[in-house]
């Protein structure tokens, strides 16, 4: 009998998480921003740093 009631608590708080679940993937779906690729943007170029050796940081 113990088996049976922890069942159904079990169930019942999964089938709540999944319903609580789904709530908040649509509001957090709904609140992003539509993310857009530049297509100028050449992503096979190597990365150049460009470091100015004008404003050394260092102290001597």
Same mark, same amino acid.
């Given at each position: 009998?113990?088996?049976?009631?922890?069942?159904?608590?079990?169930?019942?708080?999964?089938?709540?998480?999944?319903?609580?679940?789904?709530?908040?993937?649509?509001?957090?779906?709904?609140?992003? /921003?539509? *993310?857009?690729? &530049?297509? %100028?943007? =050449?992503? @096979?170029?190597? /990365?150049? *740093?460009?470091? &100015?050796? %004008?404003? =050394?940081? @260092?102290?001597?």
């Amino acid at each position: 009998i113990l088996m049976i009631c922890v069942t159904k608590v079990a169930k019942s708080s999964l089938e709540k998480a999944l319903m609580e679940n789904d709530a908040a993937v649509d509001v957090v779906a709904s609140s992003q /921003l539509p *993310i857009s690729v &530049d297509p %100028s943007m =050449d992503l @096979h170029q190597p /990365l150049i *740093i460009k470091i &100015d050796s %004008s404003t =050394d940081g @260092h102290e001597k």
